[in-house]
């Protein structure tokens, strides 16, 4: 069953050994040593969140006082999923060798793309995986793609330089890859670049992309940004988008 054959009124629920048995598996860290109090403390924590059979199936030190745990349990939760809405990217995606030739042929010249983690943050390793020209899992990175002009700037690249940078080189997209994510700080990060756009005068003409492993859509686009893509993110689905939005402010579609 494909997700747009899904209708309202069909519940459905989490399973584990067997379809809609509700076993759930849940982690977290308590401020206590490991022991026995420490296990029961879990299961109680599990059972206060609706959890049933709870079984504390590992304790293991996480720092001094501190305790990791993962937690099995039932829970009788269900949804309706044919009744939730949420905002999706679609794009009708082509391979590696259609795209660059329809890119080439429709805008007429190499789109330009830069791509950073920005502010503090300088875990590079998911900006990398979309923007570097091998991109990963057999997937090529946007630097491959002959219809790019795809610059990967780093980690730790101010959101006042990313911008400029922006309005210099005329870039049709932007990625900016947020990973650090205590006290929402991406979220304020990820504003501070849309606001820096909007300073120089260039944010209609720079399509904005947030990633990272706390990133979806939904997020992207409540901060402002034109599309969010979270884990499992392949880089041809972010070419794929780049192309559309580009042929879209041209006023042309991607068939």
Known sequence: MTLREWEPGQVIRPYGDRRDDGVVQVSFVLPVPPGERAREAAAEVARKMGM??????????????????????????????????????????????????????????????????????????????????KGFAGDYGLERYACFDARNLGAQVENATLARLCAERRADAVLVSQVVTQRDVHKENARQLLEEL????????????????RIDHRLAIELGYDAGFGPGTRPSDVANFIVAAVLQRMGKEMH
């Open 52 to 133: 049933e059979q709870v079984h504390v199936a590992a304790m293991e030190p996480a720092a001094d006082r501190y305790t990791f745990f993962v937690v099995y349990g039932h829970t009788s939760a269900a949804v309706d999923y044919g009744r939730i809405q949420v905002p999706e990217v679609v794009v009708r995606k082509k391979g590696f060798d259609e795209l660059n030739e329809l890119a080439l042929r429709e805008v007429g010249r190499r789109i330009v793309v830069l791509g950073a983690c920005t502010g503090s943050d300088a875990h590079a390793v998911g900006i990398d995986a979309i923007m570097n020209m």
């Open 198 to 213: 909007e300073r120089l005068g260039v944010r209609g003409q720079v399509t904005a992309i947030l990633g990272g492993p």
